[in-house]
């Protein structure tokens, strides 16, 4: 039997509900749970998909193919399992199953609302593929009373009513914020919110208190006595100086301790916190840095490349050094007084990161011909890797070499992918049909050439499974002349069709690849990629 545990957020935004999930699962996992986590999004697009980077922050990409919230990339991140499309679901989601079951006649002339049609449907996602985990944590996106939330808030209400005692736990998070001006925290925010959930039926049994400053004890049964919790259920959470001490912060507090109580659970094993006190001690103590240039054109918003962010981190901890990350518009390179070379000689290696759109393209061209007429470490991911193939196009002698994703060319050195071959079989795209859900998607194989760089980054695999979000493909027909070029196809998909991975044998390092590996990245197991781009990033830091 699975028990639920519901984390909803007050007061503000961004107070950090994700990475307290991916925490407390984390320490429930070390306590030799099986555990599993949702997001609920309250937002009316059936997923992030066609949602800009500005907006909403990366899309984080699962192996069956789903476009979710980037924080189930922080859940993966954490504990290690594999999330599957039900484990993200949005109001647009819901509404559009909805909708199609009333459009067929399935409602049989009743009346569709939100109760009791929308919470069912909620509460059948939550209820759904339970599998043997013994713990389901699920998080509300938003802040209570949030108007599009409420439905979320009614099927919790629900379920908290139709399941077993002890079987569910509340947990709030809200914000303890410190004035200035009268030297003191205050508690009256989490009181209102507290309240606030309360009008929807649903009472907290854990208050998270974010905080910038030490929470005292008085305050502690302050907020315990107004909110009716008890005192030992008010967890203080304070800033960190990393993501990753936060599992442990949280431990120290008694974060997983009082869930288990809530649950009446008291002989619980005490955590194997190993692989945490590892981790942190790899990313606080590193003996070197290196500092690698990313020249993409969503980074005025970090959460644009959160994963990338975070498998770089990973990788400077296989190496026990720290990975300085010099964010660059790729649309500098593009300007008249744009200096590529003030911009890129500092740099111990450059990435040129996904992406969609010509915006900024000619930039990341520029940055691929940098790195290698220069021999400086570089890594390409998805358009990256296109850059790269167009870049080689073009010192082949085809100078009017691009993609079709930025208009019509003479050379359609990349070009929309209209089919492929998938587990399920066939795939089918229309070139001007839907954007949403359209692309290439998930977890696909790639064959590795035997002896390639590629291929031993891969400790000698020859086949390997890596996750797509592409709608672009480099054109098969342009292999010969990019290979006599110099650039080598070193990976393609296992019938041959769709090239996978390309790098240059006469460089250092230069390796493009059309997935992106930054999905499976995990600070205690680092993607062998980022470690090996780091490893030549350090390589080069010796050199200069």
Known sequence: MARYIFITGGVVSSLGKGLMAASLAALLQARGYKVRIRKFDPYLNVDPGTMSPYQHGEVYVTDDG??????????????????????????????????????????????????????????????????????????????????????????????????????????????????????????????????????????????????????????????????NVRAEAVIPALDAPSIYSVPLQYHGEGLDREVLRGFGITDAPEPDLSRWYDVVDRYSNPEGEVTIGVVGKYVGLPDAYKSLNEALVHGGMAHRVKVNIRWIDAEVFEQDDGDIAAQLEPLHAILVPGGFGERGSEGKIAAVRFARQRKVPFFGICLGMQMACIEGAREAGFAAASSTEFGATGEPVVGIITEWMSEAGLQKRAEDGDLGGTMRLGAYDAALTGNSHVSRIYHGARTISERHRHRYEVNSAYIEPLEKQGLVFSGMSPDGLLPEIVERPDHPWFVGVQFHPELKSKPFDPHPLFSGFVGAALEQARLV
């Open 66 to 227: 789903a476009e979710t919230d980037l924080d189930l990339g922080h859940y993966e991140r954490f504990t290690g399992v594999s999330a599957h499309q039900s484990d993200n679901v949005t109001s647009g989601r819901i509404y559009q199953q909805i909708i199609t079951r009333e459009r067929r006649g399935d409602y049989l002339g009743a009346t569709v609302q939100v109760i009791p049609h929308v919470t069912d449907a909620i509460k059948q996602f939550a209820l759904a593929d339970q599998g043997d985990h013994d713990f389901i944590l699920c998080e509300i996106g938003g802040t209570v009373g949030d108007i599009e939330s409420l439905p979320f808030m009614e099927a919790i209400r629900q379920m908290r009513n139709g399941l077993e005692p002890l079987q569910t736990l509340s947990i709030h998070v809200t914000l303890v914020p410190y004035i200035a001006a009268a030297g003191e925290l205050k508690t009256k925010p989490t009181q209102h919110s507290v309240r606030e959930l309360a009008s929807l039926g649903i009472k907290p049994d854990m208050l998270l208190c974010r905080a910038e400053r030490p929470i005292p004890e008085s305050d502690r049964r302050k907020i315990a006595q107004f909110c």
